[in-house]
């Protein structure tokens, strides 16, 4: 017999002190982790080049973003995953989308502050499958699995 061990909610509980002013025109997210990458994406400028709801604007928006293909300057396109954001966010110049130009900054974020941006960017992708092992509230109705399975 085989133990199961249900790891259940591992409580996030970084005290915030809700910072960051809320203005309009933001989109509302759930979470507080979203929320917090929402308030540091506007605090830290992101959101001058980033639209959250599909607005055109100097960098790609970030509306249902999470599993889209993404053609790359020089040829190639990639999946848009976690690891794809995380590489865009610290990198900024290592994989130009094509069709713009190569102005974003690279900004100083710690690790917690990144995972906040990708539940916030996770948070404006309703839509998208789940691309990391975080705790999702559910498996999306919209969800495809590829079945590559060839039956003999
Ligand atoms: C000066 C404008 C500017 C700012 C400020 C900026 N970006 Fe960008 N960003 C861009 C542009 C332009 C691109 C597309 C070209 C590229 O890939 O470098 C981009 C691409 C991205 C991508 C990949 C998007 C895609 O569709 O593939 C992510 C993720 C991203 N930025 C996150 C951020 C975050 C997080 C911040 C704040 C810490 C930020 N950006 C600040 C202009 C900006």
Redesign the pocket.
């Given at each position: 017999m085989a133990m199961v061990l249900l790891a259940v909610g591992v409580a996030v509980s970084l005290a915030s002190c809700g910072g960051g002013s809320d203005g309009g025109g933001k989109v509302a997210v759930e979470g507080a982790a979203a929320q917090r990458g929402q308030a540091?994406?506007w605090s830290?400028?992101?959101?001058?080049?980033?639209s959250e709801d599909g607005t055109y604007s100097?960098?790609?928006?970030?509306q249902g973003?999470i599993g889209?293909q993404?053609k790359l300057?020089g040829g190639g396109t990639?999946l848009?995953d976690d690891d794809?954001?995380r590489r865009?966010?610290t990198e900024?110049?290592a994989?130009?989308?094509d069709g713009?130009?190569?102005?974003?900054?690279a900004?100083a974020?710690s690790e917690p502050q990144i995972e906040d941006?990708l539940a916030y960017?996770h948070a404006l992708s309703p839509d998208a499958p789940a691309t990391t092992s975080a705790p999702t509230s559910g498996i999306p109705s919209t969800a495809v699995i590829p079945s590559t399975t060839s039956v003999p």
């Open positions: 540091l994406a830290s400028g992101c959101s001058g080049c980033h100097s960098g790609p928006t970030w973003i889209t993404v300057k990639v848009v794809y954001l865009s966010i900024p110049t994989q130009v989308v713009y130009w190569p102005v974003m900054p900004v974020l941006l960017l």
